[in-house]
């Protein structure tokens, strides 16, 4: 989370967030607190912003960014069975509330987890049939379930992609979340959930930074910070890897389509035609 006395920026991972962040930084100050953390403080006048991205792209930059051996889900998936089971219990005393079958998950995600299948889809960003796997995979509800950011078994699991789960899970008031998302079940249910609890004033879109960050400067009272002036500045933190169009098939495509639905609905994305059948 980036704040200051104007905004407050809640960082989606691999939105451009440590991009949008430093150029929060240069033209306007402000600090980082807790990276990826959720609102935890009064907005009072300050404008909530959040960043998103195309889901297809976000999939294959996570993914990505994995395969440079970056990042927690990487590092968790293809976690040694001690070290996953530390981080389990890690978890764990950070959220009293999953403690319920806290042995029987402790087994299956370390001694039912397979180390040497997420190593293996992670070895190459050039790989587009690695991609898949791994993109199927990681919308196995238990696999969701145990690299998102709240550690309870919850059925919504069974019904959204990880994109949505942790867009909603950020950028929703952080009461209302652990209330009542552990009885959300269904893709409807967690919409009118979002309608109702969202926190953000503002989205900041990865393929519109410039030009979205430019409109949030106009309404914080710094219309001379232009898109222009923000386009000179080059991205940072970017995975290394080929147009996201190339790691799709077409029952890979409508995974996403369908278990992401609730963010291309709500945030106008279309679902690609366009895109490069791969071995």
């Not at 995974?255 to 639905?261: E, M, Q």
Request: charged share 20%; net charge neutral.
């Amino acid at each position: 989370m980036f704040i200051n006395d104007q905004i407050i920026y809640l960082q989606l991972q691999k939105t451009g967030c440590t991009h949008i962040a430093q150029l929060l930084t240069e033209y306007l100050g402000g600090t980082s607190v807790r990276k990826h953390g959720r609102l935890q403080c009064e907005a009072a006048d300050r404008t909530v912003i959040g960043s998103i991205r195309d889901p297809w792209d976000w999939y294959v930059s996570l993914w990505a960014y994995g395969c440079m051996g970056q990042g927690a889900i990487q590092n968790r998936l293809t976690a040694g069975r001690g070290q996953l089971a530390l981080q389990t219990l890690r978890n764990a005393v950070r959220h009293p509330a999953s403690w319920a079958g806290l042995p029987g998950r402790l087994f299956r995600q370390t001694f039912g987890h397979d180390t040497s299948f997420w190593r293996r889809v992670y070895a190459d960003a050039s790989d587009a049939g690695a991609f898949r796997e791994w993109l199927y995979a990681i919308h196995v509800p238990r696999i969701q379930n145990m690299v998102f950011e709240d550690p309870r078994p919850m059925p919504l699991h069974r019904a959204v992609g990880l994109y949505t789960a942790r867009i909603i899970y950020l950028y929703s008031d952080p009461a209302a979340w652990e209330a009542e998302a552990h009885a959300i079940s269904d893709q409807s249910g967690l919409a009118a959930f979002y309608r109702a609890n969202s926190v953000l004033d503002r989205t900041i879109r990865t393929e519109s930074i410039a030009a979205d960050l430019g409109t949030v400067m106009a309404d914080v009272g710094r219309p001379e910070i232009t898109e222009t002036m923000l386009e000179q500045h080059s991205k940072s933190n970017a995975s290394k890897r080929a147009d996201f169009k190339h790691y799709y098939d077409r029952d890979a495509i409508a995974l996403v389509a369908n278990r992401d639905r609730l963010v291309i609905d709500t945030f106008g994305y279309i679902v690609p035609t366009d895109f490069i059948e791969t071995v």
